[in-house]
Structures are given as C-alpha cells and as structure tokens.
C-alpha cells in the first residue's frame, strides 16, 4: 500500500532525474523562453488586468513566478484551468485560500463552453469595475493571459476570443492561437479581441518555467502534468508517481468499489452500460471540444491532488 513517504520519494528520485536531464543541455528554458520573459514584463505594467492560468490539479506548483510579487491584487486573477479533471470540492477549497491570500480566483474548463461563458462574463464585470474606479468608461482594456507551459492559456484564449465575438454579434474570421499537447508551443504573443463597449483584447502569451527550480517534487508534479517536456525523464517512472499518488486517494477507493461492482453485472447489464457511456462520450466530443490538449498522460483517469497541494 502506498504512503505519503513512498510518494515523496519517487517524486524526488523523478525531479532529481529531471534535473540531471536538464543539466545536460536538454532543459526547457530556451532563446524562445527568455525573449519571450522580457517581452511579458516590460508589457506587464501597461495592461489592464492580468489573468494566471494555474493547473487546477497543482494549484500551487503552477504558480507563474514572474507574478509573485504583483503589485496590484485587484488586477490579477487567478485562473485554475482544467478543473474537470480534479475533485470539484477541492476547487472551492482553493477559491477559499486564494481569497484568505486577498487575491481573485475562479475555475473553468476551457473545452466547456457554460464554464467559459461564465469566466468571460466574470472578466467583463472586473473591467467594468476598473472602468468605473478610473472613470475610463470608453477606452480599450487590455489583458494579459500568463501561466506556465501546458496549463491551457491558449485553448482558453480561443474560445473566450469565440464566444466573446459571437456575444457581441461581430462578423469577420476568427483568429486561433496555436495549441498543442506539448508544452512550449506557443512562441509569440498574439492579440484576440473578447468583447465590445469597451473593447477588450486578451494577449495570449508563451509558457514561462523559472530558469532553475530547485525543488525535486515540484519537478515531478511539472513533469506529470505535462509542464516539462516527456522526454526529459522515464514514462515508466511517471506512470508509477501516478498510480502511487493514485492509491493515497479516496479515487482509489472509488474505482475499487466500481470494480467490484462491475464483476457482479449481468452480460445485458453490461451492454446497457458500455451503450450509455459510448453516448455520453459523443455527446461530450460534441459539447466543446477545440482541440486535443484535453488528452492526459493517463486517458479516463482523473489526476487527484497531488501529494503537498494541500
């Protein structure tokens, strides 16, 4: 049976193996990283509100950490995307800390298009609220969407820039940011307009990682999520963080008891069951599904909370 212990110590041996990767020429932060660094911090000061993607599995892992020190907690949100792949009671635990730590937080899934709707409308009301604290009701907002790699600033970014578009009745083709499965797609900083009365345009920019992270089990948590490249350390040694994380989780004994009960199943029983869930499935693919960034490591499983994200 796994224990917080075993899952400290091979998420260690993985980040100390990253680690070692990087220090071979093989690490993530690139000419494109570093350039792409400068150019969000001299713009940093000259938007209006800055939104931070976070993974919801490691809300605190993927902090972005050219914001630590933000100045103005009123002009920054923290956005924890990917929520449904996470317990959704934890997410309103995380809301909770992130207010107690005087800071504006709020959680989607990019590839829902109510969740988006609802984060569009929620940024609309924040600029409206700036617009009415500088008396600056008819000038152009400007936000900045910034997180680490992979987390999904740039599916987000789509489909806030489509149903801001569609909301506000506007004809013309529509603009797509890269995106991809792997981190570090995105090389440039592109401009999508959401809204209209005031117009506002969203800056979707680069996946930022800290040059050098000294943490060992931060490592791991980057490197299981799909921050850090998969060729920096062992698919093998991933899967088995995984499963031990896993096994530590009241998910564990969820799939447990679905096994269980699945063995005593009729054969018609089945049938019945595998029909309802293949139509559940396409009708999800239906739903809002804008590109495959959405595809784990580990497919139908979701990821519980990672051992220190508590």
Request: with cysteine.
């Amino acid at each position: 049976m796994a224990t917080a212990t075993s899952v400290s110590k091979i998420a260690r041996e993985i980040g100390i193996a990253v680690k070692k990767a990087v220090n071979r020429n093989r690490g993530w932060y690139g000419p494109h990283m570093a350039a792409a660094s400068g150019a969000i911090a001299q713009r940093l000061p000259l938007v209006d509100l800055v939104v931070e993607i976070r993974d919801a599995r490691i809300p605190l892992s993927s902090e972005y950490e050219l914001l630590r020190n933000f100045p103005n907690p009123s002009r920054r949100i923290v956005v924890m995307n990917k929520m449904d792949l996470t317990n959704p009671t934890q997410i309103k635990e995380w809301m909770r800390y992130f207010e107690q730590q005087n800071c504006i937080s709020y959680g989607v899934n990019s590839h829902n298009k109510d969740n988006v709707k609802g984060l569009l409308n929620f940024i609309q009301a924040q600029v409206r609220g700036l617009c009415t604290a500088n008396h600056h009701y008819s000038e152009t907002k400007t936000i900045m969407l910034v997180g680490i790699p992979n987390v999904g600033k740039s599916a987000l970014a789509n489909s806030l820039h489509q149903i801001g578009r569609i909301s506000a009745a506007e004809k013309g083709k529509l603009k797509h940011a890269i995106v991809s499965p792997q981190p570090g797609e995105t090389k440039d900083i592109s401009s999508l307009k959401i809204g209209s009365h005031p117009g506002i345009y969203l800056l979707d920019t680069p996946g930022i990682l800290p040059h050098t992270i000294h943490d060992a089990e931060l490592c791991s948590k980057l490197a299981l999520t799909g921050a850090i490249r998969d060729d920096l350390i062992e698919q093998k040694e991933l899967a088995q963080y995984f499963l031990t994380i896993l096994n530590l989780s009241d998910q564990y004994k969820k799939w447990e008891k679905f096994s269980t009960n699945r063995s005593k199943l009729s054969f018609i029983e089945c049938k019945e069951e595998l029909s309802i869930s293949s139509k559940l499935e396409m009708r999800q693919k239906k739903q809002y599904l804008m590109d495959h960034t959405q595809v784990m490591k580990c497919p139908k499983l979701f990821l519980p909370c990672a051992h220190g994200e508590h």
